[in-house]
């Protein structure tokens, strides 16, 4: 009559469960990172507070998260469309600088008048931001689908050059009388903030969350249709199933690899766009407390699903704003680490199951 | 730009690659990729140099480094081992909590100094004309020890009893456990021994080749040079090591090229604008990429070194593998 | 040679694994210096019986007893350490590693150091007393799969293994090999080995065995029963549960106009060494061509060369259209069909849905594909029909196709394939791993085909299905063909003869 615990193959996967790792693996990561603080002498319970405080306080800490949501939401996209075809674009962040870069020049150099109408100076950064990040992607795209070469750590490397680029012009030809960051763009170059209109509606003074992320909803459902609907979206989920599968099917893979990539460094432009357009208003260094990365986890905790992302960049954005208050600086860093760690492993639930057996009901 | 000065210079950085990137060629070898090495790396350096300062022993440090590090690799070992889970999204995790891990513990080190791995001239080799100044003067300990390491690895690897069971794990998983070897237990060993070394790139940093503590800056993507490194070598200890030393005289020179005047008999201009150093910052990255389209053209060309099972959970009675 | 004690007792072994009961209190014994068949159908539990006397998986229930001792089995160097070597299906060698480093390995010599020269001279005496002959220094992959197999041998024999399973030895070799083989076996048994054979080709049991225990959906039918007086039809009775017969049936037809033409075509195989030789072939409307040969002699190149999956030199044309070199979407447009080999790794995606496998080759065209857009609710429908149609058992056409057994994917692929009512199929292997009945209907649905007139390249190894489909034969030995037989009076033994490369005279 002995009880055995027995691990086996599951055989089907109840609809809640996928979802309920997901929050497992959150909480969990929750008590780890508090036990870890603890040890280290800090407060887990304030810093707790912090967090939800920022999440769910005022209007206008709410707007704070969600102005942090705004460029995590799109870098979550571009992750998730990558990895969809299981290309691990880790360079999202590079592409975000891209992305910040060119929009920059429209207003820097300046591509367009700066008295035309908002509308078309927007427009035009929008353009530059995606076709900057779209040349971020291509690269690692590129040479990956001709010469197979690791698209893990050309995208990285490809960070740190992007980063360096950016410094050089506002180290020099940007420099705003000699700081390190270009002049404050013309106001025709902000994106509208729900703050511009706080002489008509009250409750919108000092609210600084900006049309950005009305471009990450769009870009969600443009993402959601790709994904479940169309015959790219078809495409890259069979290569990302099966590659050979794809091949025998006559679909050009490398083509689709680059193509990917670029769309995947496109979205992460946009964030960079939205980013300097809607909150920074200038090209300087550190735009981004690594939103690239962040949104690595963001799209994995969201299982790929454009509109869970939206969610969990939320979630996130309220874990920076209140990293912000909770010292020390890397706890961010290791919260997610420990996300992600207890996301994977919680995965082993979805594939095996533990019951527990009498021997004897085995032998029967 | 003396040539002495850059090459000693390269050896001494080129360790830090040296030992990060031949801890993960044991690591893919047994057919486990582990891109978490920046993450490991830099927590070993917190580690290392932490410990020194606490206990006044640099030995200590170097020693907690390893163990630390190779414990924290020990986590994706039981999430790509066991769990099967994606082992380059368990790297990444792996990356962000070694790196989360050392800032929080790191804080309040920076700015104070400890007592690090001692340096020292070799005897009669160091009179050498040329070689001797820049392999056997002024070293640390470390870098003599990578000297004697990387042919030791590939002799390991190629020529011993053991490093025939790890070829044959990262090959075919499936024939070493027929024949009773243990293919999770040598696996795990080897992933702690990736981890121990990536700990020991870290200490190699903050107690001897550029000391002390600066945050993320310690480490500034060295590990993912590494994994570079790792396909650029072919998996053969020996081509990482050389590599590694090619690597960092590269960053000497980078370095040095910003002093002179004149280049060549040209005007420096980074002499008259230093801001373009930015562009020679980048060199060490773009060559990493050029790199490794050369090494990933000879892996395609003649499947040189690359484990076959790299990448690939093991279960017992699945895949032919 | 035969003692008392048995050399292996099984005793109402049960093995299961999750929704499967893959052996049911198994009993077999082996004696001393016999060779015993383990017969059965794909799937009856054969592999899995054996692996877990060799100490892979460990049963549920029973005992195991070998030379009268009680065993138990944790890992495979237990029993190894008793005396069990099993020369698996799919060989257990690595590829880029030396004979010898392969046979040494899970050793507990040489120690640390491996003087490898030393051992290749034991090796060589080794292959001396058994007439196993193979170079100690050769790389694994160097080698030809017959040679392969002598190092799987020579690795037990090394281990001083007296009880030898051999998995299906005879699936990868060529009549004349596998002659060689069973010589090798019987002067292994009369050195005073016990051997334990698994096969499902009849002919070869009876040649071979002194004694055979037959397994049927993991429960035995046939105990240790001596081979004297057993004929074929008696065994496939035991194995399959019913008499078998054949009852597809092909009809005279006359063939059509040329459809496939390959004219000299070479092409390289993934190791970049020639694995097509100068082939050319035609094949007709409403014609089975079947290709005959031992495994890995060109054969998957050469289906790949027709779908575009390789590149060649030569010419490969369909109804006129030259498509050598072409990507594959162009053999696709020309209504080529291609059942892979690999039904998994290459014909379908695991983790998508029955519905998105059926479309992978319609989901460009009207009505699925619509504009930018895939047409799902259609796509849906359709594959509700091609379920119903092809008899494919699932719970819904949204289940991942990776949950379906092997004749159930396999169907999804045909009726994928069939339903776009090809001009030529490339079939390569379509009924391996199948059961009986699943075997019936894919053949049934492929003379189906040839009635209404499409052009099929059949790919075999199975020398029976060949000459049952097919209206000529063309034998492949190293990338060449070595004759064109038709398949009305093809003498099996003259098949088998260009098999081994001796052309037709």
Redesign the interface.
Known sequence: MALQLKV??R?DVPKWLPLATSIGSVILAFIIGGVILKFIGGQPLVAMKFFFQAVFGSWAVFSDTMVKATPLIIVGLACAVAFKMRLWNIGAEGQFYAGAFGASMVVLVPLVPMDSPKVIVIGAMMVMGMLFGALWGFFPGYLKAKFHVNEIITTLMLNYIAILWNNFWIFDKWSDGGFQMSPTFDRVAWLPRLADYAREYKIFSGVTLHLGVLFGIAAAVLVWWILQ????G?EI??IG??P?????????IARNITLVMMFSGALAGLAGMSEISGVVHRLQESISPGYGFTGIIVAWLAKLNPFAIIIVSILFGGLIVAGREIQPAGLSFLLQGIILFMLISSDVLLRYRIRIVRAQE??A | MNPVIILHAGLATGTVLLFAAIGEIFAERSGILNLGIEGMMLFGAMAAFSTSFSTGSPWTGVLVAMLAAGFLSILHGLVTIHFQADQVVSGLSLTFLGTGLALVLGEGLTGQTVALIPSFDIPLLSAIPFIGPAFFEDHSILVYAGYVFAPLSWYYIH????G??L??IG??P?????????VYGTRYFYVFVGGALAGLAGATISLSVSPGWYSAQTTSGQGWIAVALVIFAQWNPLRAALGGYLFGALRRLILDLQGPKLLLGFVNPLYINSNYSFFLKMTPFILTIVALIFGSRAVAKKRAGSP?ALGLPFI??ER?M | MTSTIPAVALKDITIRF??VLANDKVNLTLEQGEVHALLGENGAGKSTLM?AL????KP??GTMNVHGKLVDFN????A?AKGIG?V?Q????????TVT??I????NE?????RLSEYDEKIRALQEQYGLFVDPRAKIWQLTVGEQQRVEIL?TLYRGADILIMDEPTAVLAPQEIEDLMGTMRSMVNQGKSIIFISHKLHEVTAVADRVTVLRKGVVTAGGQSMDGVTKEDLAQLMVGRDVVFTVKKEPQEPGEVVLKMNDVHAMNDKLLPALQGISLNVRAGEILGIAGVGGNGQSELAEVI???RACEGRVSISGVEISNQ???T???LNVS?I?EDRT????????SIT?NT???S??QDPI?NG???D?TRAGERARKLKDKYDILAPSVETPAG?LSGGNLQKVILAREISSEPKLIVAMQPTRGLDVGAIESIQTLLLEQREKGTAILLISEELEELLTLSDRIAVISEGMIMGTLDAEDADINKIGLMMTGVAES
């Open positions: 086996e193959k055989v609907k169309s015959r790219w078809y989920k069979l199933d099966n050979k599968a794809a091949r025998y099917a006559g679909i050009n085995e032998a | 020529k011993t009893r053991p025939m069971h070829r044959a090959e075919k499936a024939a070493a456990d027929t024949l009773g070897i243990d076959s017992r009675g032919g | 999750p929704g692996n060799a100490g892979l998986y549920v229930s890992s495979p160097k237990d190894i099993m698996h799919h060989f257990m060698l690595v590829p880029t590693q480093e392969n040494l390995l899970g050793l040489p120690k640390f150091f491996m690795k779908t575009g999956l990507p594959p979407i053999a696709i447009q291609h892979p790794a290459v014909g379908s995606a695991p983790n998508l998105d479309i992978m080759k989901y460009c594909g930018w857009s895939i799902f949950k």
